[in-house]
């Protein structure tokens, strides 16, 4: 039986051993990565890419920041076998009240898989996030079902689903039964709120107990800050034929590329969450930015979000993994 010890990175062989193995973990596991890298540094040879792997993390990532950390494992003879890569998570979802310390990445040398030792890692991070009083998170790939389930037996939870499709060229015009969709009036703000926030308390409550107060003054910060942007936005609404609002969707141009439209929020009234209207008004949505030349439509969706997963990919949306989360301080009742 192998023993390991587990230590924060402070050495230059230190950073070497965890450079080197994140390079080659790319190269295996990460082909989109590694071709990305390899495009951007044409004829350059296996060390200059480690080189330029390691140049290009240095200047991305703070590991000088306090809530950021590396951890070394060894083996008792003092070989390197495995590394912990955490930090705050760098964005912050709109229900979020406290932004979760992040497992970057977790690695374990092949040669010493089957010993525990990613176990080990995992346990050194939940201290690590204890420490700083945060809960912790990670992203998973959807077709890493070993790991999906290693980490639903720690207790961790799905809680958004990143999803994305390519804008289609050609989209049938949206039309429904019993519904109209149109854009937002003046007349339509107040329900539309009211829809709106009961949604996003839905979301919120999956992770963290906070005062309907601040849940409402966080939701309406949310559509400030959207409305005080210079990212252009639409707000449609679908309408009963009693000319009551059933439901909306409001779609702009995403904060981190200027090719990509966001669906920023949306919600339904319960009587008419139906897999026709959800999928009608995120086919308006698409219809946006398909009229503004925005070349992807991307939804971050929340568990507990009016609009099911099985919609979104029944209209070609993708799944490419999973932020899991588990709460350090309190069971949730999931």
Not at 1 to 28: C, G, P, R, V
């Amino acid at each position: 039986m192998m023993n390991f010890n587990i230590t924060q990175a402070k050495s230059e062989e230190d950073w070497d051993f965890f450079y080197k193995l994140s390079y080659e973990t790319l190269k295996l596991l990460r082909k989109s990565m590694y071709d990305q890298l390899v495009n951007e540094n044409p004829n350059k040879s296996d060390d200059e890419l480690l080189v330029a792997n390691r140049k290009e993390m240095e200047e991305y990532c703070d590991f000088e920041d306090p809530k950021s950390r590396v951890f070394i494992a060894t083996e008792d003879s003092g070989v390197r076998c495995g590394y912990l890569w955490m930090g705050e998570r760098n964005s912050e979802d709109a229900w979020d009240f406290q932004k979760p310390q992040w497992i970057y990445d977790i690695v374990v040398d092949p040669k010493f898989r089957g010993n525990g030792l990613g176990k080990m890692l995992m346990e050194k991070a939940e201290e690590f996030a204890r420490e700083m009083n945060r809960d912790i998170g990670l992203f998973v790939h959807e077709d890493n079902t070993s790991a999906i389930n290693l980490y639903k037996k720690e207790d961790y939870f799905v809680k958004c689903i990143p999803m994305s499709k390519k804008v289609s060229e050609k989209l049938p015009e949206v039309v429904i039964e019993g519904y109209t969709i149109r854009e937002l009036e003046s007349k339509d703000i107040s329900i539309v709120r009211e829809l709106g926030l009961v949604s996003y308390k839905e979301m919120v409550k999956i992770s963290k107990d906070v005062a309907e107060e601040q849940i409402a003054a966080k939701y309406d910060e949310y559509h400030v800050k959207l409305g005080n942007s210079d990212k252009k936005h639409s707000t449609f609404v679908a309408e009963t034929g009693n000319g009551d609002v059933a439901g909306f969707v409001v779609v702009a141009v995403a904060s981190f590329s200027d090719e990509i439209g966001l669906i920023y929020d949306s919600a339904f009234g319960e009587e008419h969450k139906n897999a026709k209207l959800v999928e009608a008004m995120i086919t308006q949505a698409e219809s946006w930015c398909n009229l503004n030349g925005l070349s992807r439509l991307y939804y971050l969706l929340n568990t507990n979000d009016d609009i099911p997963q099985e919609s979104l990919q029944s209209l070609g949306f993708g799944v490419p993994g999973y932020f899991m989360e588990k709460d350090l301080f309190r069971d949730l009742p999931i």
